[in-house]
């Protein structure tokens, strides 16, 4: 089943502008991890951040945690056209039976125009 | 971190054929790798835990006699939909799991006509 929601499930935006999505989950968490995805392919790995954490960055990436409300947000800055693609948060739960199995969010599909 | 590779990288058969789709990993030795499925515009389900060199665990939900899964070896976890119907047309993607981090294979779209 699904862990949570992510919003907004679209986003469109300017090249050069920031674009930030959010993601909420449901139950405790080893961490939270966003992924990228272009069109039709495998996902690729952004960027993690555990439970004790609450910002991480990686070059233009900046990931919030706030575990009191069960969410994180992902900002990427100065925004390029390739970074057009859906991104989705995962989270390794806390005490799984299977060490780490990932629940994704929905996903947001973020479109950057030159 | 790791590489993964899938093949086929796309597929189209008729109802009622079986598929197998192989999940390697290339430079890391797995003893579990994860299958998960995608439906167009939607987000990854995970579908079953493979474990090298005994069952594998599906989620609630999986028909395990429909999605057979086999971990021979530490580097090869393969996924075969018996009897495929339309409704299992879907991009089904593998990972395994390295440091926290789950690394992807590309992926193998399966389109039943």
């Known amino acids: 089943s699904q862990q949570g929601e992510e919003d907004p499930q679209a986003l469109s935006i300017q090249e050069g502008e920031n674009a930030t999505m959010n993601c909420s989950y449901k139950t405790s968490i080893n961490n939270l991890q966003w992924y990228r995805q272009n069109s039709g392919r495998g996902l690729v790995h952004l960027i993690l951040?555990?439970?004790?954490?609450r910002e991480k960055h990686s070059g233009r990436l900046r990931v919030t945690l706030d575990t009191s409300k069960k969410s994180s947000s992902l900002l990427i800055t100065a925004s390029r056209a390739a970074d057009t693609a859906s991104y989705f948060c995962a989270t390794d739960a806390w005490g799984g039976t299977s060490y780490g199995k990932l629940t994704f969010g929905q996903g947001t599909i973020l479109t950057v125009h030159p | 971190g790791a590489v993964v590779s899938q093949h086929p990288s796309w597929v189209i058969c008729k109802s009622g054929t079986s598929v197998k789709i192989e999940c390697r990993s290339l430079?890391?030795?797995?003893?579990?790798m994860f299958w998960y499925r995608q439906f167009p515009k939607q987000s990854l389900m995970l579908m079953a835990t493979s474990n090298e060199g005994s069952k594998a665990t599906y989620e609630q939900g999986v028909e395990k006699d429909k999605f057979l899964i086999n971990h021979a070896s530490l580097t090869l976890s393969t996924l075969t939909v018996t009897s495929a119907h339309p409704e299992d047309s879907s991009f089904y993607i593998c990972?395994?799991?390295?440091?926290?981090?789950?690394?992807f294979g590309p992926g193998t779209r399966l389109l039943v006509l």
């Open positions: 951040i555990r439970s004790n954490e």
């Open positions: 430079d890391f030795q797995a003893t579990t």
């Open positions: 990972s395994v799991y390295l440091t926290e981090t789950q690394y």
